[in-house]
């Protein structure tokens, strides 16, 4: 397939695409790699016919399909939608993964066969909504490979994955490049896929310059936003300086013992016994479905069975008769499932200031020192035109950004990172990866930090929780270690 842009301009949210001349010949397959900007889902619904432009686009025919955290962000509005829960004599978890794939293709063949190249087949009728951060991006891959594409947008296909199934992704779409024409957009260096020969780079949605590898390895661009990054996260940790506290709590900060996550049809982990002295930073390993997520929601307070486990948490036994607020005043979160949990359509602005309340949305009046705090975050993070625009109308990466603001605004005694940097373009996670290893080396908050990546392992958290599986027990089992 051909595909050719002339003079092309396309509009998204909050960002444009400017395209003078790039040809996509037949039986080439590209990576595209933007410095700022969500230029990835732009491409994507640029060519399935979702955008309108300005220009020429020429199309040879052919059927467009897309994998993107947007794409995944409408996907779980669907299911929303159709929440059976308050019918039902038990939680809807939502569509099944072979439902949501075979209704793609109505082809029980096919699907089963997705299932399989995709290490699916445990998750086969798991629903929608339990599934984790990683496990829901192969579902997207496969309902995208469902409707038998002949070129096929995969915007940051490895985000979420653990070690095991990026490299395994990264073989499949080897294979997967012999037969079907893609355009894959990274953010990662380390994410550069083997088997593209040409690289498209887009500086502030602006088509830069076309490139093979060899001269990608060497282009000055990267260099600039090494330095533009740094600079940022210094005028941010001067900013979390200037309203640093401390702690008023004693050890431990936080304790499970014996812990233990079951459903009726499984356990999750068991026998986990870990505690957060003062001052210690965590990073929590392990694959995708182990409990990650789900403990760190224990220590939150957003999971259930927080209260059917033996936790104490700044000072207090869990289930002693404490608010939930009285824990989450001292807790900053990210994570992708909060990030899909806030619906609301309020500012940015008022996204920043709801982490001073610990509230989705903001619905207390903040003081004139929270709103200039507030409003300082969103210099920092070149946002400040934003400030009225509703939270679901930037792009997926300024919204991470904002949710990362809110978290740390407050000073947050345990600041919770779980998977912090997903959807942020290479500025952006540069700028926050910088910035967290500095709180973390200053102490200013202590983190409970999740990464599948190695590259963005920080130096100063010194403490980790590994979760293995165990076969005699048929569930995940927690190792610690310090170094």
């Keep these: 397939m051909e595909i050719r842009f002339t003079q092309l301009t396309a509009t998204g949210a909050t960002s444009t695409l400017n395209i003078e001349q790039w040809t996509i010949s037949p039986q080439e397959s590209w990576a595209v790699f933007s410095t700022e900007g969500d230029i990835g889902s732009l491409l994507g619904e640029l060519l399935v016919g979702e955008l309108e432009f300005d220009g ?53 063949a096919l699907t089963q066969k997705l299932i399989n190249e995709l290490d699916l087949n445990h998750l086969r009728e798991s629903g929608f909504r339990v599934l984790s951060t990683g496990e829901t991006r192969r579902v997207m891959l496969a309902r995208a490979l469902a409707t038998q594409p002949d070129f096929i947008v995969l915007d940051s296909p490895f985000t979420g994955l653990d ?4 490299a395994a992704l990264a073989t499949y779409l080897t294979a997967l490049s012999q037969r079907v024409q893609m355009l894959v957009t990274f953010s990662r260096e380390e994410d550069m896929p ?14 830069d310059s076309l490139m093979n590898k060899n001269a990608w390895d060497t282009h000055p661009i990267i260099t600039q936003i090494k330095a533009q990054s740094k600079e940022q996260s210094e005028h941010m940790m001067a900013l979390i300086r200037r309203y640093q506290h401390s702690t008023p ?4 900060i936080f304790e499970l013992k014996n812990g233990e996550v079951a459903y009726t049809e499984k356990t999750i982990f068991t026998e986990v016994d870990w505690r957060i002295d003062k001052g210690q930073h965590w990073q929590v390993k392990g694959p995708n479905g182990c409990g990650k997520s789900t403990l760190l929601g224990m220590i939150f307070g957003d999971h259930p069975q927080c209260y059917s486990n033996d936790i104490q948490i700044f000072g207090k036994q ?45 619905y207390n009046q903040p003081s004139l020192k929270e709103r200039d705090i507030a409003k300082e975050w969103l210099d920092i993070l070149h946002m400040r035109q934003y400030h009225k625009t509703p ?49 973390a080396k200053e102490n200013l908050s202590q983190l409970l930090y999740v990464s599948h ?14 979760f293995e599986f165990d076969e005699a027990s048929e569930c995940y089992r927690a190792t610690m270690q310090s170094r």
Excluded at 194 to 207: M, R, S, T, Y
Excluded at 326 to 336: A, F, R, Y
Aim: glycine residues 6%.
């Design 194 to 207: 083997e088997w593209v020969d040409h690289i498209a780079l887009f500086n502030h949605g602006k088509l």
């Design 249 to 252: 709590f004693e050890n431990p």
């Design 163 to 166: 070690v095991a199934h990026r």
């Design 318 to 362: 869990r289930g002693s008769g404490e608010t939930i607020w009285e824990i989450k005043k001292h807790i900053g979160m990210v994570s992708s499932a909060l990030h899909l949990q806030y619906r609301v359509n309020c500012s940015a602005l008022d996204v920043i200031l709801s982490g001073f309340y610990d509230s989705i949305g903001l």
């Design 453 to 466: 990546y190695q590259g963005d392992e920080l130096e100063s958290i010194k403490h980790s929780l590994t």
């Design 391 to 439: 939270f679901r109308k930037l792009e997926y990466g300024q919204q991470r950004l904002l949710l990362i603001a809110r978290a740390i605004v407050k000073q947050p005694t345990l600041l919770i990172l779980d998977e912090p940097y997903q959807g942020l373009d290479y500025l952006g996670r540069r700028l926050m990866k910088s910035t967290l290893e500095l709180i």
């Design 56 to 108: 020429e686009l020429h199309v040879d025919a052919g059927a467009f399909a897309q994998v993107s955290l947007v794409e995944q962000q409408r996907l779980l509005d669907d299911e929303l939608a159709k929440d059976d829960t308050d019918f039902l004599d038990h939680i809807d978890a939502g569509s099944t993964v072979y439902t949501l794939i075979f209704e793609q293709c109505h082809d029980d």
